[in-house]
């Protein structure tokens, strides 16, 4: 990183907001809290204005007037059709994503169609920074699959990063799969899709991407990497709101060869036939299951068309400038102070946030959210063991909140507010 900023002083910090082009888009979303910095949308994405009348129409009009006619008006098709939005934000074809489920039964699905396809091969390669839950998934698998594959972590030397060498010492010949968060949740560290995955078929491996720690905030293509599966959340950075549906990518070429694990009568080829014998549809819907949850999956949408109406490099660009900035402070107050960065300082290989770490990360992260004083609260979130980690978004968060926010842990730290904070903590953090 490249220290280009002029000054820590806030005067420096909204002179950039000035300057943003992306500005206007913070409008779009719901900001009631003037007091509030929010700074985990990559747990829970702020709620776009227009949401609400999309929910308000689909709820009174669709389905208060129409009812199921609504069914063959708009919501027969909406999760192959809300799929193909998604597919521009992510650098895939029409017809090689759609929405469904959760990520983690996505995952089961495609580890599963993998593994089925790469019969005869044993190894499934992960890392150590893998959300545990789709670690938790690919060991089900393992044990319904008898027993018969074995799950090997890449490891890191800096808690940090995954060198590209970890991994390549790992994948051999009989790797049948690849499962890698493309963004680390902790270190927000972030792999190059084309190169590990160009690394994977040079040894005959397939790569399952788990974008939901990138999707809507970086630039990602899918295609032009050749990558063979994907799944995601929309509720980060794609503000689908909480629990949004997930989705699931599979390359054009590899539809027709997989096969999905849960037989359902949306991913039969004619689910009104009500045929006794399954046929699956010989296209991405054979990976649906049962009926889309619409007024959910409707959520969706407004995310996805301001996230291409700002335009995906612009937001990344924005990102880059707003994390590097989030360092620049980092390094000149809190570090002095005790705290040290967990994320990579390079942007190239860093998602959109960004890990302080600190002994009394938890506390730290509550007394932020408490506020020390009435005028202002920041909402972070904590991942063991001591890491406060700190998302922006080019479409809704500032400079001057980086800044404020910076401020308030450096006030908490010298005053030793955080010490006021009860020590149990809350389930969800």
């Known amino acids: 990183m490249k ?18 082009k992306l500005k206007s888009f913070r409008n779009e979303f719901i900001n009631n809290d003037p007091t509030t910095i929010y700074l985990d949308g990559n747990s829970l994405g702020r709620l776009p204005n227009r949401t609400i009348p999309f929910l308000d129409n689909v709820i009174n009009k669709e389905w208060g007037d129409d009812l199921i006619g609504s069914w063959n008006k708009s919501w027969y098709d909406k999760p192959y059709r809300v799929g193909n939005k998604l597919t521009k934000i992510i650098g895939a074809k029409d017809g090689e994503v759609i929405i469904a489920d959760s990520t983690s039964i996505n995952l089961f699905k495609l580890v599963y169609a993998a593994l089925r396809l790469q019969s005869g091969k044993s190894k499934i390669i992960s890392d150590s920074f893998n959300f545990p839950s789709d670690l938790y998934v690919i ?5 319904d699959f008898g027993n018969k594959h074995k799950l090997e972590l890449a490891q890191s030397e800096d808690e940090i990063t995954i060198s590209d060498d970890a991994l390549n010492k790992l994948i051999d010949e009989d790797t049948a799969l690849v499962v890698l968060s493309h963004t680390a949740f902790k270190s927000g560290f972030t792999y190059d899709i084309k190169k590990i995955t160009e690394m994977a078929h040079s040894k005959g491996a397939l790569v399952l991407w788990d974008l939901s720690h990138s999707a809507g905030a970086m630039d990602i293509n899918l295609n032009d990497a050749n ?3 994907a799944v995601g959340c929309t509720y980060k950075y794609l503000n689908g709101g909480p629990g949004a549906p997930a989705y699931l990518y599979v390359r054009e070429d590899l539809i027709e060869k997989l096969e999905s694990p849960i037989w359902g009568w949306f991913g039969d080829q004619d689910p009104f036939a009500f045929n006794s014998e399954y046929r699956p549809a010989e296209s991405i819907k054979k990976f649906l299951v049962g009926t889309p949850p619409i007024i959910s999956l409707t959520a969706i949408e407004p995310g996805l068309d301001i996230v291409l109406k700002a335009g995906i490099s612009k937001i990344r660009e924005k990102n880059i400038l707003l994390t590097d900035y989030m360092i620049y402070l980092i390094n000149t107050i809190l570090v002095p102070l005790g705290f040290s960065i967990g994320s990579p300082l390079d942007s190239s290989i860093r998602g959109s946030h960004v890990s302080i770490v600190h002994p009394e990360a938890y506390r730290i992260s509550k007394a932020l959210i408490k506020g020390i004083r009435s005028d202002l609260k920041v909402i972070p979130d ?30 908490i730290s010298d005053t030793r507010f955080y010490e006021t904070i009860a020590i149990p903590r809350e389930i969800v953090t």
């Open 139 to 143: 060991q089900g698998i393992i044990k």
């Open 382 to 411: 904590f991942r063991k063991p001591n890491n406060i980690r700190l998302s922006v978004s080019g479409l809704y968060t500032t400079f001057e909140e980086i800044n404020r926010a910076i401020m308030l842990i450096k006030d």
């Open 3 to 20: 220290n280009t900023f002029e000054s820590i002083d806030i005067f420096a910090a909204k002179r950039m907001d000035g300057k943003d």
């Open 227 to 229: 990558a063979d599966l």
